[in-house]
Structure formats: structure tokens, C-alpha cells
T-cell receptor, first 114, second 112 residues
Framework: AQSVTQPDIHITVSEGASLELRCNYSYGATPYLFWYVQSPGQGLQLLLKYFSGDTLVQGIKGFEAEFKRSQSSFNLRKPSVHWSDAAEYFCAVSEGNAGNMLTFGGGTRLMVKP | DAGVTQSPTHLIKTRGQQVTLRCSPKSGHDTVSWYQQALGQGPQFIFQYYEEEERQRGNFPDRFSGHQFPNYSSELNVNALLLGDSALYLC???????????FGSGTRLTVV
């Protein structure tokens, strides 16, 4: 069965600093990978997705992620964090075909220091 | 263009009662999925509906059931509520699953 691990439960960075959130997945074939962001009390917003092609994908709000098959990773990055980026971030994997259920990691809570 | 709309936003139920949550998908989306998100955890897949049929189901008991209507809107029903059913219930819709889902803001269910 597919699974997703986000090793960092909480991360605190200073505003303007760079950010990398880690995501490791377990899945036999090439997965479809997603990063979502959730503000307190809200639903999830899709930041970016990968299902084929270039392993470096660009998303909204200045985020990017890199798919590394050899490491089973799909880490999220941002070169300069803004205070408004403080939120919970979820990595998710899908089989990409019939069913297409999303399996989510436990999330990483990002706090931004002024 | 309205996104995914869920109702109600919050509700409180007593253990043993039944509850119905509603979801209107984003315009043009015909596939609806439901997720349960317990406090401090990632969402867990409950089931998915397409063409009014349950297409896939996660590891949830039969107390959780659903329905999709011809206009693609959906309901999630939970019978015999337990305290552990307290969670944020998220509805997500898509027209092509591999392209990702649009999520609603959720219904916060509290069972007392």
C-alpha cells in the first residue's frame, strides 16, 4: 500500500529565509505527487503536482518541488519565505489511475518568525 | 466561479445520532471524494463517487455511507456517531483525478 512520510512535524524559519519541507513516499510504480497547503480552519489548496516529465515542478505562491525517484522524495522548496506562508503543508500521493484516492502525510506546520 | 461548497460549516451531535453532510462540487467537476481529518493529522480517504456510483472506498466502517446526485453534488452520512468521529470532513472534487482535487473548507463535526 502507498504511504507518505513527512519527517518534520514543525518547522520555524525567519521571514526571508529559504525553506525546504521534506516528503518521502512508498509506492511501487511512478506515483502522482501533490503538495497542499492548509490555513487554520480551512480546506486544502493545491500548491503543485507532478505526474510525469520534468522532475522540477513550479507551483503557485513561488513554491517548487523536485521529484527524486532514487530517494523516493518530493521535497517542497521556497527561496524566500513570507509571513503569510505560515500554515500546515501536506504532501500526498495518488496511484493516478482507477480510484485515484489521495494518501496524505501527517503534515508539517510551518511557523515564520518576523 | 464558486469552488467546492460544503454545508454546514460546523455542527454538534450527540453520540449515537446520525448526521448528513453536503457537498456541491466545483462547476464542471463530476468526481467527488470525501476525507476525514482528525485534529493534528492528515486527511484520510473515506470514499469517492463518480457517475452516482461509489468507485473506491477507504478503511472506514459501514456506518459511513454516501450518495451522489445527478447534478454531481454529494452527501456523506454517518450513523451511530462515536466520539472518535469528531473531525473536519473535507469534500474534494475534480474532472480529472490525476490533475489534482479542489477541496472545500470542510464541515467541523463535534460529537459529544
Amino acid at each position: 500500500a502507498q504511504s507518505v512520510t513527512q519527517p518534520d512535524i514543525h518547522i520555524t524559519v525567519s521571514e526571508g529565509a529559504s525553506l525546504e519541507l521534506r516528503c518521502n513516499y512508498s509506492y511501487g510504480a511512478t506515483p502522482y505527487l501533490f503538495w497542499y497547503v492548509q490555513s487554520p480552519g480551512q480546506g486544502l489548496q493545491l500548491l503543485l503536482k507532478y505526474f510525469s516529465g520534468d522532475t522540477l515542478v513550479q507551483g503557485i505562491k513561488g513554491f517548487e518541488a523536485e521529484f527524486k525517484r532514487s530517494q523516493s522524495s518530493f521535497n517542497l522548496r521556497k527561496p524566500s519565505v513570507h509571513w503569510s506562508d505560515a500554515a500546515e503543508y501536506f504532501c500526498a500521493v495518488s496511484e493516478g489511475n482507477a480510484g485515484n484516492m489521495l494518501t496524505f502525510g501527517g503534515g508539517t506546520r510551518l511557523m515564520v518568525k518576523p | 466561479d464558486a469552488g467546492v461548497t460544503q454545508s454546514p460549516t460546523h455542527l454538534i451531535k450527540t453520540r449515537g445520532q446520525q448526521v448528513t453532510l453536503r457537498c456541491s462540487p466545483k462547476s464542471g467537476h463530476d468526481t467527488v471524494s470525501w476525507y476525514q481529518q482528525a485534529l493534528g493529522q492528515g486527511p484520510q480517504f473515506i470514499f469517492q463517487y463518480y457517475e452516482e456510483e461509489e468507485r473506491q472506498r477507504g478503511n472506514f466502517p459501514d456506518r459511513f455511507s454516501g450518495h451522489q446526485f445527478p447534478n454531481y453534488s454529494s452527501e456523506l452520512n454517518v450513523n451511530a456517531l462515536l466520539l472518535g468521529d469528531s473531525a473536519l470532513y473535507l469534500c474534494a472534487s475534480t474532472e480529472t483525478p490525476r490533475y489534482g482535487y479542489t477541496f472545500g473548507s470542510g464541515t467541523r463535526l463535534t460529537v459529544v
